[in-house]
């Protein structure tokens, strides 16, 4: 019976389930989208994970025969074993280990080392690889923040879009209460009403949901192909495929049919536990239980800003949803303009601005020590180069004695106050970190003549330069002599090793404050005493001292640095030079500048899509709400212009409310930001006025004026129904319009 009457009912009554398609479609769009592109998401983090960690799923090292990894390879179940030529050496086989089933990557694991009589740390595992597989190993406390995040921001949605969608079915039911009194007064039990409308709001859901989930997926899939000529704009981008599973349709569907049946449950349930009088009578009005007065509304815009008050207070609860939405949206949107503003702010700071004139080429050749790279003399001969240095790092420790350290340092307390107990290295004496930056002799000497002392290569240069922490942050830093002028010769050690048998005592030829042109962060922590020495003594002390980084660098100042087209040039001569016989990365200060500002485009285009997407729930709210209620505003206005209120007040009313809807929230998320702000320029040591002359106020008007004009549109339509109502049909008729 019930089944038949709902069907009757939709036949005949096909404009009341208008707002009810729109929801359920609006729901499954965004349910497919969202789920589809994080799907997407995942299998693309994997593909990342693989590129730069490795496919493999565990790694045992130690002595393997060939028998041995035959053994592995027979093991039930393990799809394959590979031996890797790279990272094998002295340490013994490692043997990347690849399973069918990686749910049980750990017992397999265990059980293979016990086999092959290795030690249980002899088994290694690519934990990041396993996690984005669900498999978490024991041993890894990294936290995995990937897969909750993606889930809590589609429950977010679910819970959003019932509470956006439920009004659309309310609307509809509510339009019954006076049919369903009659029902329940022969009786109807509830549990038959409630049956009967979330039958009805399965039937009307069904086709919206399928078109719906089908438009989602072109969706997410045009974004994924966005992402891709975008990521095709930054050198080594890696192009993401798209792909849909059949379980994610599935999922789709059971979130989209779920998030519709919760929405229909929550009004029926309401209505189905009405009395057949209260029923009958019809109780649904929006009605203030007690008058408030709005003194500003009052003040600002007369006796209609009263009504739109009292107006916005009696519709209060159902609006939550909608001041939820916009705060989030707007509070989401500021905050992340001004985060990305300051984070430009700072980046110019530390990098592009600080560097600007230390680089224009900066190679990095991988796996190789400056006394084995022998390509110094074809890189200084390059037209196009102005000058080019080939430097090595490496890591030591400095003895200082208790009496080197300069008067300005000890004014401060000395290196007690700012290394502790734990830099003493025995009675009178310190050990301090001592940083060392190896250069070519040719540039070892141009860096003599640059502070004006004769070029020898048989000592090191000291930077002679500490951070005062106590009267300057690092934003702005300020610097004093670390030790004193006439330092004569200092010891290094090993930076790894304790005792004094692989000290090195080496002239200092000078303590100065300047340094070479390298794009360096020359330390503010931990109190280093940085060197520069020549590549012909390193020779001679590298061996006793150690700690020299796996890499080498060059850094190249072209001729002409104004253009990216030059630089690319100059980018390309020189990996052309050196790339033939070494492994090389390289990068250029104009497109490395470019590439960043196009990422962080590309962060606030993501970051910007979530914010839209909670201003399109509110904005959905609203529509839903201030279409959806016609009857209620039709009787309210009627009353309104039975009194005298013309047209033209109706509509200043709609206004205000319209106003008041996106104001409240724009306040609150204003004050908000602001505090957030201020809070970040202190934390970042900025001064405030360098935010203020930048600061994104064009793209944050613009995202405040988009959504009053989505929400103004709402009630204009809303607004224009209502004034096509006459006073005396409205008065005499309480049926939906």
Not at 27 to 37: E, I, T, Y
Not at 705 to 712: G, W
């Amino acid at each position: 019976m019930w089944k038949n009457y709902s069907i009757d009912y939709i036949k005949n009554n096909r404009a009341s389930g208008i707002s009810i398609i729109a929801a359920s479609f609006i729901a499954a769009l965004f349910l497919s989208f969202l789920c589809c592109l994080f799907y997407n998401f995942w299998l693309d983090s994997i593909e990342g994970t693989k590129l730069e960690d490795g496919s493999w799923h565990g790694r045992i090292t130690g002595e393997i025969s060939g028998d041995e990894l035959a053994v592995i390879n027979n093991f039930a179940n393990v799809e394959k074993v590979v031996v890797n030529e790279e990272l094998s050496g002295e340490q013994g086989t490692v043997a990347d280990v690849y399973f069918y089933n990686k749910r049980t990557v750990y017992q397999d694991m265990s059980a293979l080392v016990n086999i092959l009589g290795l030690p249980e740390d002899a088994a290694d595992y690519n934990y990041q690889l396993l996690s984005l597989y669900f498999v978490r190993i024991p041993g890894d406390n990294m936290p995995r923040l990937l897969m909750p995040a993606y889930l809590a921001i589609v429950m977010i949605v679910c819970v959003s879009l019932i509470l956006v969608i439920h009004n659309s079915f309310a609307t509809s039911m509510n339009s019954r209460v006076h049919q369903f009194g009659i029902f329940s007064s022969i009786g109807a039990t509830p549990g038959q009403i409630r049956t009967c409308l979330v039958q009805e709001a399965l039937f009307l859901s069904i086709v919206p949901v399928m078109a719906g989930i089908l438009l989602g997926i072109i969706f997410s899939f045009g974004t994924v192909w966005g992402m891709n000529a975008f990521a095709a704009n930054f050198v080594g981008g890696r192009q993401a495929s798209f792909s849909c599973h059949p379980v994610i349709l599935l999922l789709v569907l059971f979130l989209s049919i779920l998030t519709v049946l919760v929405s229909a449950w929550i009004p029926a349930r309401k209505l189905s536990r009405l009395t057949p009088l209260e029923s009958i009578r019809g109780t649904d009005e929006l009605q203030l239980k007690k008058k408030k007065r709005s003194p500003i509304l009052s003040v600002l815009f007369g006796i209609e800003g009263e009504m739109a008050g009292n107006a916005l207070k009696a519709q209060k609860k159902a609006l939550r949803t909608t001041s939820l939405s916009l705060i989030l949206a707007f509070l989401g949107f500021m905050i992340m303009q001004c985060f990305w503003t300051l984070s430009g702010i700072s980046t110019n700071h530390t990098y592009f601005e600080k560097y600007q004139d230390a680089w224009d080429v900066m190679v990095t050749v991988k796996d190789t020590h400056i006394e084995d790279f022998g390509l110094i003399n074809e890189l200084r001969g390059m037209p196009k180069a102005d000058s080019s240095v080939v430097y090595q790092k490496a890591e030591a420790v400095c003895i200082l004695p208790q009496d080197a350290q300069s008067k300005e340092l000890l004014s401060l307390g000395g290196l007690e106050v700012f290394l502790g107990d734990a830099a003493f290295y025995g009675k009178g004496l310190f050990q301090i970190e001592a940083p060392i930056f190896i250069l070519d002799d040719e540039s070892f000497g141009e860096f003599c003549g640059q502070i004006g002392i004769a070029s020898r290569m048989d000592g090191t240069i000291v930077l002679n330069r500490f951070w005062d922490s106590v009267n300057s942050n690092f934003r702005y830093p300020e610097y004093i002599p670390y030790v004193k002028e006439d330092m004569e010769a200092v010891a290094l050690n090993n930076a790894a090793e304790k005792g004094d048998e692989n000290m090195v005592e080496i002239p200092v030829l000078a303590c100065t404050k300047e340094y070479p042109l390298l794009r360096e962060e020359y330390g503010k922590s931990d109190c280093p005493l940085v060197q520069f020495m020549p590549l012909s003594l390193w020779k001679e002390i590298g061996g006793q001292i150690g700690g020299a980084e796996q890499d080498t660098y060059v850094r190249v100042l072209a001729n002409d640095r104004t253009e990216v087209d030059i630089l690319n040039a100059l980018e390309n001569e020189i990996t052309q030079i050196i790339g033939s016989e070494y492994e090389i990365e390289s990068e250029n200060r104009i497109q490395e500048r470019e590439d960043n500002d196009k990422m962080i485009e590309g962060y606030e285009l993501i970051l910007g899509a979530f914010c839209v997407l909670l201003a399109i729930i509110g904005i959905a709210h609203v529509f839903s709400h201030t279409l959806g209620f016609l009857r209620q505003r039709k009787r309210e206005f009627a009353r309104y212009m039975s009194v005298g209120l013309t047209s033209e007040g109706i509509r200043k009313m709609f206004c205000i409310e319209a106003l008041m809807i996106v104001g409240r929230p724009l306040l609150v998320t204003s004050a908000l930001t602001i505090v957030a702000v201020a809070f970040m320029i202190k934390a970042s040591y900025l001064d405030p006025m360098e935010f203020i002359k930048v600061a994104p106020i064009a793209p944050i008007l613009a995202f405040v004026s988009a959504v009053f004009a989505f929400v103004a549109l709402a009630y204009y339509l809303g607004g224009k129904k209502i004034l096509k109502v006459s006073l005396a049909e409205a008065l005499r008729d309480d049926t939906m319009m």
